[in-house]
């Protein structure tokens, strides 16, 4: 039924639905309970939520750039945290089959550096720097 209190947060007739619109919020004060069938549900945090209302999250690809770091400029002030994964659906081969990322210390702020990690060779699993300069990485930073 449509909402016509003009009201965020409204009991829809026959009273089985509670609506909460765009800009409506629910807050359980100390001691209430949201309950399914009689259990309590399970509390849902905000996975971004901070005490700063500045921070972001950013993402995109980049194809490696043969030699270690690839640098990706993420657009942040600055980055917290960082993760790169290889965008293939296929088995990883010997190259590269890992990849870490910085984006503390000596990095320029708001970049992260993808490195990427192959076997020395079939027979030997000491990772060394990749020379692969085709794989596409899809990448997500957080910061500010």
């Known amino acids: 039924m449509a909402n016509t209190s003009n009201t ?4 829809d007739q026959p009273g089985s639905t509670l609506t909460v619109e765009s800009g409506g919020v629910i ?12 259990t309590d549900a399970v509390p849902v945090a905000n996975p971004l939520a901070s005490t ?3 921070k972001k999250m950013v993402a995109g690809t980049v194809t490696l750039g043969g030699s270690n770091p690839t640098a990706v400029a993420t657009g942040l002030t600055a980055v917290t945290s960082a993760v790169a994964c290889i965008q293939d659906a296929s088995t990883p081969g010997l190259d590269p089959v890992i990849l870490t990322v910085d984006f ?16 020395t060779s079939s027979g030997n699993p000491t990772l060394i720097a990749s020379t692969n300069n085709a794989i596409v990485v899809t990448w997500f930073a957080f910061g500010s």
């Open 52 to 54: 700063s209302t500045s």
């Open 27 to 38: 807050n359980v004060l100390t001691g209430g309970k949201i309950q399914t069938n009689g």
């Open 8 to 11: 965020l947060v409204h009991l």
């Open 104 to 119: 503390g210390g000596g990095v320029a702020a708001g970049t992260v550096n993808i490195y990427a990690w192959k076997f």
